[in-house]
């Protein structure tokens, strides 16, 4: 089998953000919300265990140490903001080290370990989506003070908004049996209570302004390090019942896509699969040089390095070409924990 090449994809990437370029301009500012796989250090400033401020997190980062981002260097999101020629970092909402001047061209509001459901954040002490939004009002305050309020607006309209929530609703929450939703729901009816939450987070931010909204689609969650991981009995591999829910959970998110942009005029709200391109990698990391040592040395799974695992995100970003709008899919790849 062929090898795909870091320098092929790396063109790929290049030729797509090449049709960004009259985009760019458009975009004044990345604003984020989530979990850890977009935390960029929110959870350092907060009291709760769910920490990754130590080493070998930011062990490629500019300097080699920890920066409250659960990766070993920059977040998908941070590779996003620069290829619209913004920051090569979006700063942590919480983060003292930048003001309202940085988060006028980005902003992270995401909270490792956090979900859709409020009981998720509670397993760990962390922040709950709701206060992501309530920082995300605040947010805006600061900026009309700073900027004024017809250019506060024009950010917050034109900005590219990146959402990445739902894994810890499952891995931390349900199938933990530590909340007690196991017992309220079935797995079909819960998938069905998050999606209730999606839908009301959405439509929040919407009202408040965003117009530009990337929702990540789940990923193979029965396929990452800790399950598999804990799937030691079973030779570690894949656990297929989690990753059946995940596919169903992210047909159900893209109908409720499809709902609101028809619902909700202007809305620009687009679902970013990440699912089988990970699974893609997981079995056959050889085709994805120079990855494969990340995933698996021969045909045994690497636990010792398992908090590189590969992480994806497909962003969808519109591009504006003659007055004709575009879709570009852009394939970002940073090393992260994938949680």
């Given at each position: 089998?062929?090898?795909?090449?870091?320098?092929?994809?790396?063109?790929?990437?290049?030729?797509?953000?090449?049709?960004?370029?009259?985009?760019?301009?458009?975009?004044?500012?990345?604003?984020?919300?989530?979990?850890?796989?977009?935390?960029?250090?929110?959870?350092?400033?907060?009291?709760?265990?769910?920490?990754?401020?130590?080493?070998?997190?930011?062990?490629?980062?500019?300097?080699?140490?920890?920066?409250?981002?659960?990766?070993?260097?920059?977040?998908?999101?941070?590779?996003?903001?620069?290829?619209?020629?913004?920051?090569?970092?979006?700063?942590?909402?919480?983060?003292?080290?930048?003001?309202?001047?940085?988060?006028?061209?980005?902003?992270?509001?995401?909270?490792?370990?956090?979900?859709?459901?409020?009981?998720?954040?509670?397993?760990?002490?962390?922040?709950?989506?709701?206060?992501?939004?309530?920082?995300?009002?605040?947010?805006?305050?600061?900026?009309?003070?700073?900027?004024?309020?017809?250019?506060?607006?024009?950010?917050?309209?034109?900005?590219?908004?990146?959402?990445?929530?739902?894994?810890?609703?499952?891995?931390?929450?349900?199938?933990?049996?530590?909340?007690?939703?196991?017992?309220?729901?079935?797995?079909?009816?819960?998938?069905?209570?998050?999606?209730?939450?999606?839908?009301?987070?959405?439509?929040?931010?919407?009202?408040?302004?965003?117009?530009?909204?990337?929702?990540?689609?789940?990923?193979?969650?029965?396929?990452?390090?800790?399950?598999?991981?804990?799937?030691?009995?079973?030779?570690?591999?894949?656990?297929?019942?989690?990753?059946?829910?995940?596919?169903?959970?992210?047909?159900?998110?893209?109908?409720?896509?499809?709902?609101?942009?028809?619902?909700?005029?202007?809305?620009?709200?687009?679902?970013?699969?990440?699912?089988?391109?990970?699974?893609?990698?997981?079995?056959?990391?050889?085709?994805?040089?120079?990855f494969s040592g990340l995933v698996r040395h021969g045909n045994v799974y690497d636990y010792n390095r398992s908090f590189t695992y590969i992480y994806i995100s497909f962003i969808n970003?519109?591009?504006?070409?003659?007055?004709?709008?575009?879709?570009?899919?852009?394939?970002?790849?940073?090393?992260?924990?994938?949680?």
């Amino acid at each position: 089998m062929a090898t795909t090449s870091f320098p092929n994809l790396f063109l790929h990437l290049l030729l797509c953000l090449s049709s960004l370029a009259a985009a760019s301009a458009r975009v004044p500012a990345v604003i984020v919300f989530g979990d850890s796989t977009v935390d960029a250090g929110n959870n350092n400033q907060i009291k709760t265990v769910l920490k990754s401020n130590f080493l070998p997190y930011g062990r490629d980062f500019t300097g080699g140490l920890p920066t409250g981002r659960f990766c070993n260097g920059r977040l998908a999101t941070d590779f996003i903001s620069e290829a619209f020629g913004l920051p090569s970092l979006v700063p942590a909402y919480l983060d003292p080290a930048y003001t309202i001047q940085d988060f006028a061209k980005g902003v992270c509001f995401a909270s490792a370990g956090t979900g859709l459901d409020n009981a998720t954040s509670d397993v760990l002490s962390v922040i709950p989506l709701w206060k992501e939004v309530e920082y995300f009002k605040e947010y805006q305050k600061k900026l009309r003070r700073h900027v004024g309020k017809a250019r506060a607006r024009n950010i917050v309209r034109e900005a590219v908004y990146v959402v990445s929530i739902g894994t810890n609703d499952f891995l931390e929450n349900y199938f933990l049996l530590v909340t007690g939703r196991f017992k309220q729901f079935t797995v079909e009816e819960f998938e069905d209570f998050l999606i209730d939450r999606a839908a009301d987070f959405l439509t929040a931010i919407y009202r408040l302004g965003a117009r530009k909204i990337s929702f990540t689609g789940l990923s193979a969650i029965g396929c990452l390090p800790l399950e598999r991981t804990t799937n030691a009995l079973q030779g570690g591999g894949c656990i297929e019942e989690y990753n059946k829910v995940a596919r169903d959970f992210n047909v159900k998110l893209q109908a409720l896509i499809a709902r609101l942009c028809a619902s909700l005029p202007g809305l620009k709200l687009r679902y970013s699969p990440v699912y089988d391109s990970l699974l893609r990698i997981i079995r056959s990391p050889s085709s994805y040089a120079p990855f494969s040592g990340l995933v698996r040395h021969g045909n045994v799974y690497d636990y010792n390095r398992s908090f590189t695992y590969i992480y994806i995100s497909f962003i969808n970003l519109e591009s504006h070409s003659s007055g004709t709008d575009t879709v570009c899919s852009v394939l970002w790849i940073s090393r992260c924990d994938g949680r």
